[in-house]
C-alpha cells in the first residue's frame, strides 16, 4: 500500500498529515518525535490521497466548518485505544465528555486511566477531538499539546457558547 503525507501550517504550528486508500491515519504536530518514524517506516510520498484533508482543517480552525468528512483507518492500537477513538468520533462539535463519561462509553467501563491514556494517545489529533474530554470536576484536564492550545480549540468550537462545563455550562 502506498501512503502519502503533506504538512500543513497552522494557527497551532505545522501538522504532519498521512493518509492511504485506507484513510487518514496520522495527523500530529509536525514536531512530534513520531514523524520521522512515520516516515521512515511507512515510506510516504508527498501530496495526500484526500486533498480536501487540509482545506478541511483550516475551515474547522476557522470556524467555517463543524465536522470533517474522511475515512479513519488506525495503523495501530489496542482494542481499547480504538474504542476510546472510535467514541471521541461520535462527540458532537462543541460538547464536552469527561474521561469517567467517556469510559462508560467502552466495554471497560471502570479503566478511566487507561482511557484517559488512550486519549492522549489519539494518532489523528483535532479531527478524532480528543480536546472534548475534559475532568470530572469541569478543568480541562490534561492536553497532549498543552492546555492553551486545548482552550483554544474549545473555544473555537463553543464560540461564546455555555454548554461546556469548562465554560460554565452543565
Known sequence: MQYHYDVVDTVFGKFFILDSSKGLHFLIKYSDPRVKIIKKK???????LNSSLKSQLEKYLNRKQKEFSCKIGFLSGTDLQKQVWTQLRKLSYGKTISYSQLASKTSYP????????????????????????????????????GLKMKAKLLDIEVSGMADSTYRGGK
Not at 511507512?42 to 495526500?48: E, G, H, S, T, V
Not at 479503566?111 to 472534548?132: E, T
Request: aromatic share 6%; with cysteine; hydrophobic share 50%.
Open 42 to 48: 511507512f515510506l510516504p510520498i508527498k501530496n495526500l
Open 110 to 145: 471502570k479503566a478511566v486511566r487507561a482511557v484517559a491514556s488512550a486519549v492522549g494517545k489519539n494518532p489523528i489529533g483535532i479531527i478524532i477531538p480528543c480536546h472534548r474530554v475534559i475532568a470530572k470536576d469541569g478543568t480541562l484536564g490534561g492536553y497532549a499539546w
